[in-house]
Nanobody, 123 residues
């Protein structure tokens, strides 16, 4: 079992930055691919970014490419999402996810989910 706890959300003005963190506990963190999804009010949940266990493979949604960076520190058992040049359309609840195998953009292939952290970007 893997437990995921997100932090770092909040309110920021458009053009600002936030860094989300996801602390993991449980089984061997380094063998898990990690990712982030988000869900805005009234919209379906969507993929944001994912990273392999080694950090050598990363995927990004087109909407965040060039603005967001996913990274991980296996020694600290934490994955990060650095979000720059934030836009009002980035407003959503952001969820940290984990799966045993290679990273994927499909949400139904992730086994573990955090509770989510709210990110609000004001215009």
């Amino acid at each position: 079992q893997v437990q995921l706890v997100e932090s770092g959300g909040g309110l920021v003005q458009a053009g600002g930055s936030l860094r989300l963190s996801c602390a993991a506990s449980g089984r061997t963190f380094s063998s898990y691919a990690m990712g982030w999804f988000r869900q805005a009010p009234g919209k379906e949940r969507e993929f944001v970014a994912a990273i392999s266990w080694s950090g050598g493979i990363t995927y990004y949604a087109d909407s965040v490419k060039g603005r967001f960076t996913i990274s991980r520190d296996n020694a600290k058992i934490t994955v990060y999402l650095q979000m720059n040049s934030l836009k009002p359309e980035d407003t959503a609840v952001y969820y940290c996810v984990a799966r045993r195998q290679v990273p994927t953009i499909r949400e139904n292939e992730y086994d573990y989910w955090g509770q989510g952290t709210q990110v609000t970007v004001s215009s």
